[in-house]
């Protein structure tokens, strides 16, 4: 007899875009005639960098000929483009990172939801709340999350509520906790801490040995020059954080797959009986084992980002995608809602219209506008009564959708 593992039962029944997409199926079916803008799931539009179509197609000429075909590569990354993030993105500003600290991966989801497999069961996990989905659900498989309550929340994570109330800024836990997960840019809400909110959080991680969980994912988009774009702009925050980071939002890499985590050599945690343990190493043996690589000619793809041509056109994709959040933000402030995020991110975080909760709000976009975004509950229990639109969609279809903004009628 094969068991399972049954924590995979407490899951609810379906993941929350699969819910969305669902409802947009249906409303479709019954309405094949509507032009339905897609602004809930945060996928790209724009095409990859011209320099990496350039890289792929170069490496994919390599592929063919023996004498520079590649088999297997390192599972950590090729030198070439390992060295090639810490020289631009940490020694660039002034972070001592060094590349034997960065590996290579195929998302940052994959890596904020399998660096568990090193942490232990029992660890205390704190969550800012709305989260992205994949922090909980993760932890919830592995058994840390406990059993989900009426109210919404896993009676064995620890929730940080972040809402307009409270300006989005998490506060410290009051309970112990041994572990927290920390996205700014945040998603879903958009917003950021700045330097000084993020060196409240290290100091208090140093103090109580806590690991920090640190989702860089959308770091390119900042604009303000007192937030922070890597952790480790904090002093200290080696000793505590791990770093995750991708080339999905940044360069279009959604389809191609390529991400790294930082994992600090200092970077500690501890066996039951109080033993300290390298991070890094563990990360490594897991990472060997579990994962073969992300393929060359992708690493090479994403090499071709630092090159001064990648960069200029990385960059115009992001102004792109910035400029439609500032339409959409704009938009629905002209209609008297409460708007927040769109700056330093691609998200939009709507307080939704006399009292509707967020799938009523969800559910009348789409049938009254044919408008889809993302109901915020979905994020969470302190989601509930916000809506998440992205900027991710074409110029054209961000514009029509700012103007039927303008038939809101509730």
């Known amino acids: 007899m094969a068991f399972i593992n049954e924590n995979y039962l407490k899951l609810p029944g379906s993941y929350l875009f699969s819910d969305i997409a669902r409802k947009v199926i249906e409303f479709k079916t019954a309405h094949p005639d509507a032009n339905i803008i897609r602004l809930g799931i945060g996928d790209v539009t724009k095409p990859l960098p011209a320099a990496s179509i350039e890289a792929l197609h170069k490496a994919v000429d390599e592929m063919a000929a023996a004498e520079t075909f590649r088999g297997y590569g390192p599972e950590q990354g090729y030198d070439f483009l390992v060295n090639t993030i810490a020289e631009n993105d ?57 059993n989900l309550q009426a109210d919404g929340k896993w009676d064995r994570l620890t929730y940080l509520p972040c809402t307009a109330e409270n300006n989005f800024i998490p506060e410290l836990p009051k309970q112990k906790i041994d572990i927290v997960y920390l996205c700014f840019p945040n998603n879903p809400t958009g917003t950021t801490l700045t330097k000084a909110q993020l060196k409240v959080w290290v100091d208090y991680a140093i103090e109580n040995k806590v690991l920090i969980l640190f989702d860089s994912a959308y770091e390119a988009f900042i604009t303000e020059d007192d937030v922070p774009h890597s952790i480790y702009e904090i002093e200290g925050a080696k000793q505590v954080a791990i770093e995750f980071r991708s080339f999905s939002k940044t360069a279009g890499f959604t389809g191609t797959r390529c991400a790294y985590t930082v994992i600090p050599k200092e970077l500690l945690a501890y066996t039951e009986s109080g033993e300290a343990v ?69 998200y939009i975080w709507v307080k939704t219209p006399k009292g509707l909760n967020s799938w009523g709000f969800f559910d009348y976009l789409l049938n009254e506008l044919n408008i889809v975004g993302t109901p915020g509950v979905g994020f969470g229990p302190s989601g509930e009564g916000y809506l998440r639109l992205t900027a991710f969609g074409t110029l054209e279809n961000t514009k029509e959708a700012v103007s039927r903004f303008k038939n809101i009628s509730l």
């Open 90 to 146: 940490y020694k660039a500003r002034g972070l001592d990172i060094q590349a034997d600290e960065i590996f290579v991966s195929d998302g940052a989801k994959s890596d904020t939801g399998n660096i568990g497999d090193i942490l232990g069961v029992n660890n205390l996990v704190a969550i800012t709340d709305p989260v992205y989905p994949v922090y909980i659900d993760t932890n919830v498989m592995a058994g840390r999350a406990g």
């Open 278 to 346: 390298a991070l890094n190493k563990l990360w490594n043996r897991r990472h060997t084992t579990k994962f073969n690589g992300v393929p060359y000619v992708i690493q090479r793809a994403a090499e071709a980002c630092y090159s001064e041509a990648g960069k200029q056109q990385v960059r115009s994709a992001i102004e792109y995608y910035l400029s439609n959040a500032s339409i959409i933000r704009n938009g629905l402030l002209e209609q008297g809602l409460s708007v927040f995020g769109g700056v330093n991110s691609p």
